[in-house]
């Protein structure tokens, strides 16, 4: 098996091997991935969305199709883990035995994650919003809300967060996200424009037609963030408790 | 000779580290019998076409890809495209990322399940497990 499997893996390394040489080479200026749309991404995104940071016009402008059908992928995988998984507490023995619930506390951890939780909540709420002017977005502040609720559970245990955060809320949160993102392309298409064609918005948010792109990436952003923060911290607590939300880890 | 293979390695020395990547993601995921490391190989397979895609947006000598004037409105001169990296591979892996997280977590989620039913996840006690 091991001989077959080495075989396979040399063969698809010449292949390959044989197919990069006509790459372009590393950091040329001139390869055809530089070539086509990347310019006017850069030359007309400031002018057409008042976005500096093109990764974000492009992905919830240029690109916004793709961006809301990779949320929906994340919310069906979040869903498909808990349908795998989830299971009414108590209907049938566990394979493997959970470690016995932590009594007592441990000071040093739950103390420096109560002094860390805020900031990184904070700090998540600023990638989120200033993603339009620096490297972040919905995607990344989402990931790092859900972090630190993912911090929570293992400092302290699953049922201090479920009394902040029920797993109603998380899973209505994920549906949310993906309705706000959903519903903004809805809301343009009741204006008078395309499917997420953000000048629309300019109507009822009395600005500019470009800033009304601004402010419908930022819309639609926060709908992704909603959506990754739900489905990152469903995710841990199926995967972490193997479907019955008791101890977790 | 000798010295153009050596520029002909060094120029395209990004696409050598993701190919290596890739097969030992690849390699992981035919020949292990455990299915938590054939997974741990789909993670590394990932970040080696992650790491091939960021590369190819690369220009020499530019930043990232973020205007250097933030402000919104106009800029008064022509933008420079060659001093900005290509955003588009950015934004795609950017999603990719995202979408890797939660495919892993399915296979998690399928591979709990497995040990559920058949109290092992080494691929040939499966086998073995479905034949009784």
């Known amino acids: ?249 | 000779m000798m010295e153009e293979t050596l520029t002909f390695i060094i120029a395209k020395y990004n696409y050598w580290a993701a190919l290596v990547l890739l097969l030992i993601g690849l390699f992981a995921m035919i020949s292990k019998n455990n299915l938590v490391k054939k997974v741990i190989g789909m993670s590394i397979f990932q970040s080696a076409i992650i790491l091939f895609y960021v590369s190819m947006g690369e220009k020499r000598g530019s930043t990232i890809p973020v205007l250097l004037e933030h402000g919104h409105g106009q800029v008064d001169h022509a933008i420079d495209v060659a001093a900005y990296a290509n955003p588009l591979p950015h934004v795609l892996m950017l999603t990719a990322i995202v979408v890797g997280v939660s495919t892993l977590g399915v296979a998690l989620a399928i591979i709990q399940k497995i040990h559920r039913v058949h109290g092992t996840i080494e691929e040939d006690e499966i086998l073995e497990s479905i034949k009784e």
Request: proline share 4%; net charge positive; hydrophobic share 50%.
């Open chain 1, 1 to 249: 098996m091991k001989k077959i499997a080495f075989l396979i893996t040399l063969a698809i390394g010449v292949l390959l091997l044989r197919a990069a040489v006509d790459l372009p080479d590393w950091g040329d200026p001139n390869s055809p991935a530089s070539l086509h749309v990347s310019p006017y991404y850069i030359t007309k995104s400031l002018e057409e969305t008042a976005v500096p940071n093109f990764v974000t016009s492009v992905l919830a402008d240029y690109r916004s199709y793709d961006t809301m059908f990779e949320t929906t992928v994340i919310f069906c995988a979040g869903i498909t883990v808990l349908t795998l998984l989830r299971r009414a507490r108590r209907v049938s023995k566990k394979v493997i035995k959970p470690r016995p619930a932590r009594k007592g506390s441990d000071l040093i951890l739950q103390n420096a994650v109560r002094l860390l939780l805020p900031t990184i909540q904070l700090f998540a709420f600023y990638v989120l919003a200033h993603g339009h002017h620096s490297p972040g977005g919905g995607f990344q502040g989402g990931v790092i809300l859900g972090a630190g609720f993912i911090l929570l559970a293992i400092a302290y245990d699953m049922h201090m967060v479920f009394q902040r955060l029920r797993e109603k809320t998380v899973l209505l949160l994920s549906g949310i996200g993906v309705a706000i993102y959903a519903g903004i392309g809805a809301l343009c298409l009741v204006l008078g424009k395309n499917f997420l064609g953000y000048a629309a918005l300019s109507r009822i948010l009395g600005t500019t037609e470009v800033m009304a792109h601004s402010d419908g990436i930022l819309g639609v952003e926060i709908g992704v963030a909603i959506t990754v923060l739900a489905i990152m911290f469903s995710l841990y607590i199926d995967l972490a408790s193997g479907g019955d939300l008791d101890e977790g880890l």
